[in-house]
């Protein structure tokens, strides 16, 4: 029989990783449930807000235009339903407990500062749980209100609608960025029930993101210091990948690790979506840089048993991570033979680039633009002098002195 834990690189998965698992769905499932009860109750303080005179049947028809409109459904939006949307979702915005909208996320930045801090400073409290749940569940509750005031805006054509869904796309950026970096750097109450205990790597992680975080009150989406902390992330997936017996408390710890990379993925990749430039695309293909790194570092073709080339192959991809950590560059050629960066061979066109209905690309920049949405190189053809064959053949002796430069050259 297929030992599945083993290809998913565990060992041992225990029942009570089973348990946790299930119980984690439930619970998502019944936070759906709730967050759709949350939207109505947003839609119709907005209403109330701004047509205070709507009253019976009329008042019921709003709702229901509007509830439709936050729901994405395909429905014909005249001018009327446009200016309505418009005017609830600007008098929601008014509803922000005497915080200003442009200021509030760095109210944010300084509460997740203090939650990793009292988190990780070696005492983990009951008080410092509870502040860490209710900080969670804030940014839990703003999300949802935030998405409701994205959608009425999005409903309007006007110029203003537009200015406001832009900003406020940036400020959910940065909520999911915060609330994924304190889940990712701290433990949660049922892994702080198991061990309290923070292992050295864990400090270190949230002392680095602590850093970050003080960056971020500049203002910037992906700050240089996040690329670090991110880095020592992926590092410490990578010294995971050969633990041969994982507990369930270092499996939760991995889990986080996993999701925090995949959320920062999905955050960039959709600010870039909205409001595509330079910056966003280079964080965007850094980050996912990392994430192929992490992914050929935990492959293995025998079910979890990594072979001596396997071996190299992970251990240089921790190195290259370190370099990058140093600042200093690593040929592409490296990361091709790696297979952590590869060509589309050919013109296809990719699902999100159908969803955005590009037609009137030439077939080099739609391969170029599929190259930057999955990390690749930035060029839509390979260089004629590189031969294919070669490039993916894996020598093992220039792996290791690979790595033993990258190692040697210290900052």
Not at 123 to 137: H, K, N, Q
Not at 246 to 254: G, T, V
Not at 386 to 392: A, C, G, P, S
């Amino acid at each position: 029989m297929v030992d599945f834990n083993k290809l998913r690189g565990i060992s041992s998965f225990s029942e009570d990783i089973v348990k946790n698992e299930a119980q984690q769905k439930e619970l998502k499932e019944k936070e759906l449930t709730e967050k759709e009860k949350k939207k109505r109750d947003i839609i119709e303080k907005g209403i109330e807000r701004a047509r205070p005179d709507l009253k019976g049947p009329e008042k019921e028809k709003a709702k229901e235009v509007l509830q439709r409109v936050v729901d994405g459904e395909n429905m014909p939006v005249d001018k009327s339903i446009e200016d309505f949307a418009f005017i609830v979702a600007d008098s929601l915005q008014t509803i922000e407990n005497e915080v200003a909208p442009k200021n509030e996320y760095f109210y944010w930045i300084e509460d997740a500062k203090e939650v990793i801090h009292n988190m990780t400073d070696g005492d983990i409290t009951d008080a410092d749980l509870d502040m860490r749940d209710d900080f969670l569940e804030n940014l839990d509750v703003r999300e949802t209100e935030m998405r409701v005031y994205m959608a009425l805006y999005a409903a309007s054509n006007s110029s203003k609608a537009k200015e406001r869904l832009d900003f406020l796309q940036l400020k959910l950026a940065k909520l999911q960025q915060l609330r994924s970096a304190v889940i990712a750097t701290t433990k949660s109450r049922e892994e702080a029930e198991r061990d309290r205990q923070l292992k050295e790597e864990e400090k270190r992680l949230a002392e680095e993101y602590q850093r970050m975080l003080e960056e971020e009150q500049r203002n910037q989406v992906y700050s240089d210091a996040e690329y670090k902390a991110n880095l020592l992330m992926a590092q410490t997936l990578i010294a995971m990948a050969v633990v041969s017996e994982m507990n369930p408390a270092d499996h939760l710890q991995k889990l986080r690790y996993q999701e925090y990379m995949a959320r920062r993925a999905d955050d960039l990749r959709f600010l870039n979506k909205v409001s595509p430039n330079a910056d966003l695309s280079e964080a965007y293909r850094k980050h996912m840089e990392m994430m192929n790194l992490v992914k050929v570092a935990n492959t293995s073709q025998n079910h979890g048993q990594f072979t001596e080339e396997e071996q190299i192959k992970r251990n240089v991809c921790g190195a290259v991570l370190e370099y990058r950590r140093r600042d200093k560059d690593v040929p592409d050629k490296i990361l091709y033979k790696l297979g952590v960066k590869s060509f589309v061979p050919e013109y296809s066109m990719s699902e999100e680039l159908l969803q955005r209905h590009i037609s009137n690309q030439s077939q080099s920049d739609v391969i170029k633009r599929i190259n930057e949405l999955r990390g690749r190189q930035t060029s839509s053809i390979a260089p004629k002098s590189i031969n294919k064959e070669r490039m993916q053949s894996f020598d093992m002796n220039r792996f290791i002195a690979l790595k033993e430069r990258l190692y040697e050259r210290k900052i």
